[in-house]
């Protein structure tokens, strides 16, 4: 089993530009969420999902939209990126909900410039 | 948006000693769990707990949810240098905003040889 997978590792974008933000797993769980981790202040929740069609915003949602059209991904794109959204970003999955045990990707490092 | 106060920050300890971190929040959790990060990965569930007054135990890691469901402690006893890494406490509270995980700023734990 391959878990949580995230792409790109690493990524570095101009101002204004778009981009999606790849995750997907392969356990089978209904719920995943995204993240982002800045300097300081812990992990905050951008949008997560609780089931394929559904999807709602977290703390940070502005400047993020996400999709659920299978149970395995859950793309977070960047409708245009501006140097506030430089952070690390963190896609979780778990079985049904966010109590449950989390698995994490190991990260997506966006600078944007 | 809500986020948990875990203190202290930061700590710098001998390797062997014992290690004490809190969270506190001001509002009422279901749910507290405790998470790991390691450097360049995603976080790593050590702990969960579901009860109030509730002690759970991991090894040399000791996790207790506070009476009053604002607060949650995580003990390392006998600290070895493996142990360096960023611990995050979470709660988890369902409910008319959202099934949602709130993290909090986090614990960053440096074990000196």
């Known amino acids: 089993n391959a878990g949580v997978t995230q792409t790109p590792k690493f990524q570095v974008l101009k101002t204004g530009q778009s981009m999606t933000l790849q995750c997907a797993q392969d356990m089978n769980h209904e719920y995943m969420s995204w993240y982002r981790q800045d300097p300081g202040m812990g992990l905050r929740l951008i949008h997560y999902s609780v089931g394929a069609g559904i999807t709602d915003q977290g703390e940070v949602p502005n400047g993020y939209n996400v999709s659920r059209s299978t149970t395995e991904d859950f793309p977070l794109r960047l409708l245009s990126a501006a140097p506030s959204q430089t952070s690390v970003y963190f896609c979780?999955?778990?079985?049904?909900?966010?109590?449950?045990?989390?698995?994490f990707g190991d990260g997506t490092r966006l600078s944007i410039l | 948006g809500q986020q948990l106060n875990q203190s202290p920050q930061s700590m710098f300890i001998q390797e062997g000693e014992d290690v004490s971190m809190n969270c506190t929040s001001s509002?009422?959790?279901?749910?507290w769990l405790w998470y790991k990060q390691d450097p360049g990965e995603g976080p790593v569930l050590l702990i969960a707990l579901y009860k109030a007054g509730e002690l759970t135990s991991n090894g040399r890691l000791t996790a207790q949810f506070g009476i009053t469901r604002k607060d949650s402690f995580l003990n390392i006893s006998a600290s070895i240098p493996s142990d360096v890494g960023i611990y995050f406490c979470?709660?988890?509270?369902?409910?008319?905003?959202?099934?949602?995980?709130?993290f909090g700023t986090g614990t960053r734990l440096a074990v000196r040889p």
């Open positions: 509002s009422i959790f279901n749910t």
């Open positions: 979470a709660g988890h509270r369902a409910g008319s905003s959202g099934d949602k995980l709130t």
């Open positions: 979780a999955s778990s079985y049904q909900g966010p109590d449950q045990p989390q698995h």
